[in-house]
């Protein structure tokens, strides 16, 4: 079965620049999420789709960031413009059950290491 | 709301031998689930054990074992025989709703 995918693994990018990323999940997976993982703290949830559809985006800097899970399969993450402090890493997971499922298992992508100068 | 705290930001193991990494967290919720991921320098998540908290058992994963203590909300991963593959960074976990909360991490190293 194939896991979590995230393309691209690095990004380089100035600050006020814009950047977009992608993830396919586990075929079948109902739900969603993307973290940002600043360096030497655990992740944070950004935003949480079921389907294509929004469950939890509070965490999400709606000024400069967005998400689309279009068709319910594959999503993007955009940051527009970008800011030194969106240095990060980007993880996409997915999980197989309906949000709210306390026994939902998220599996992880390798995630993408943005790096804004 | 709920929160998870490690308060073992590194931890060093004898390869062979065992450790514990400790956890904490905050609920007033009386049934969820707890999770222990390990994140090696691939950056790759990967879920190594997972505890329900209406379960009395601790859960058992092979070398890795966990120490649930319901009343104290303590969660802490026992590992057995540790090996050099091991050495990662560990995060606790807390499912909030189908999110997951995740701790600081704890960064373990395994001496030859």
């Known amino acids: 079965e194939a896991g979590v995918a995230q393309s691209p693994r690095y990004k380089i990018i100035e600050k006020r620049q814009s950047v977009a990323f992608w993830c396919n999940p586990i075929?079948?997976?109902?739900?969603l999420y993307w973290y940002q993982q600043i360096l030497g703290q655990g992740p944070k949830l950004l935003i949480q789709?079921?389907?294509?559809?929004?469950?939890?985006d509070s965490q999400l800097p709606k000024d400069r960031f967005s998400a689309e899970r279009l068709k319910g399969v594959d999503s993007t993450l955009k940051i527009q413009p970008a800011k030194l402090e969106d240095s990060a890493v980007y993880l996409c997971?997915?999980?197989?059950?309906?949000?709210?499922?306390?026994?939902?298992?998220?599996?992880f992508g390798p995630g993408t290491r943005l790096t804004v100068l | 709301a709920q929160t998870v705290t490690q308060s073992q930001p590194e931890m060093s193991v004898q390869e062979a031998e065992t450790v514990t990494l400790s956890c904490t967290y905050d609920?007033?919720?009386?049934?969820?689930?707890l999770f222990w991921y390990k994140q090696p320098p691939s950056r790759q998540m990967i879920l190594v054990i997972r505890?329900?908290?209406?379960?009395?058992q601790n859960a058992t994963e092979n070398r890795f074992s966990v120490n649930f203590q319901k009343a104290a909300k303590s969660f802490s991963l026992k590992i057995s025989d540790s090996q050099l593959g091991d050495a990662a960074m560990y995060f606790c976990?807390?499912?909030?709703?189908?999110?997951?909360?995740f701790g600081q991490g704890t960064e373990l190293s395994v001496k030859p």
């Open positions: 976990a807390y499912n909030q709703g189908g999110k997951l909360i």
């Open positions: 997971a997915s999980s197989l059950l309906g949000s709210g499922s306390l026994a939902d298992t998220q599996y």
């Open positions: 789709f079921q389907n294509n559809g929004v469950v939890d």
């Open positions: 505890q329900e908290a209406y379960k009395q």
């Open positions: 609920t007033s919720e009386s049934d969820y689930y």
């Open positions: 075929s079948g997976h109902a739900t």
